[in-house]
Nanobody, 127 residues
């Protein structure tokens, strides 16, 4: 199983980026795909996730209204559209897969529940 992220970069405050996570090596129909981020000196934190069984989604409070997660099932790709970026969004962003993990508006499984991880893509937002 492989998850490969792309789309990170260096942008100014207020600009947008779209991250991609390409999935391969398994049937992902019953997976939850999550996006996490980790800034230097900080713990990894949940950002957003989507259930590939029913497309239900979860967003952390600090990204609601700015980030949108979506899945293209035909392309086995999960996207994270990030708008109105802020310097606090600067981090290494990872996508991860968890078989059968619950996802709803109030629920995202913690990192320990995700068994497959990508290598990350760096997002840097300048002020």
């Amino acid at each position: 199983v492989q998850l490969v992220e792309s789309g990170g970069g260096f942008v100014q405050t207020g600009r947008s980026l779209r991250l991609s996570c390409v999935l391969s090596g398994d049937n992902f129909d019953d997976y939850a795909i999550g996006w996490f981020r980790q800034a230097p000196g900080k713990e990894r934190e949940e950002v957003s996730c989507i259930s590939l069984s029913d497309d239900s989604t979860y967003y952390a409070e600090f990204v609601k209204g700015r980030f949108t997660i979506a899945a293209n099932h035909a392309k086995a790709t999960v996207y994270l559209q990030m708008n109105n970026l802020k310097p606090d969004d600067t981090a290494l962003y990872y996508c991860a897969g968890a078989w059968g993990a619950p996802v709803d508006i109030a629920t995202m499984a913690p990192p320990s529940e995700y068994m497959y991880w990508g290598h990350g893509t760096q997002v840097t937002v300048s002020s």
